[in-house]
């Protein structure tokens, strides 16, 4: 349940970073504004599977120094990868912050489907109480 909770999450996140990309692309008219939302997606992909592999690293009590190293280390490559974005190739900085939103809005998106299932689930039952 949980696991198909996070594939569902990564699609979404990533379709939702693909229509921003676009969206961003088309409004500014400037192909920059979507490459820096696609990095600001590729930024949080990183994060997100940083992660969820890391607490489950620890989790299962494997080599955990080892483990918190590989999440920093990865943290640093992040950072890396951010500045290269921001200082190297001049993308624009509320591009990368509209593509690391995605996951947040694939969230959104997944609680109100499931706030909307719910709420159809009770109209059901109080139309067969009645």
Aim: charged fraction near 15%; include cysteine.
């Amino acid at each position: 349940m949980a696991d198909d909770l996070i594939a569902r999450l990564q699609r979404r996140a990533a379709l939702c970073c693909l229509i921003m990309a676009v969206l961003a692309t088309a409004l500014a008219r400037s192909l920059w504004w979507g490459a820096a939302v696609v990095g600001g997606g590729l930024l949080i992909g990183i994060s997100f599977l940083s992660i969820s592999n890391g607490v489950d690293q620890i989790a299962a009590r494997r080599r955990v120094a080892f483990a918190v190293l590989k999440l920093a280390g990865r943290y640093a490559l992040l950072g890396f990868l951010a500045y290269v974005m921001i200082a190297r190739l001049r993308l624009p900085p509320l591009g990368l912050i509209a593509g690391a939103s995605s996951v947040m809005a694939a969230a959104a998106l997944e609680a109100a489907g499931l706030l909307r299932k719910k709420h159809e689930a009770v109209g059901l039952a109080r139309k067969k109480n009645t």
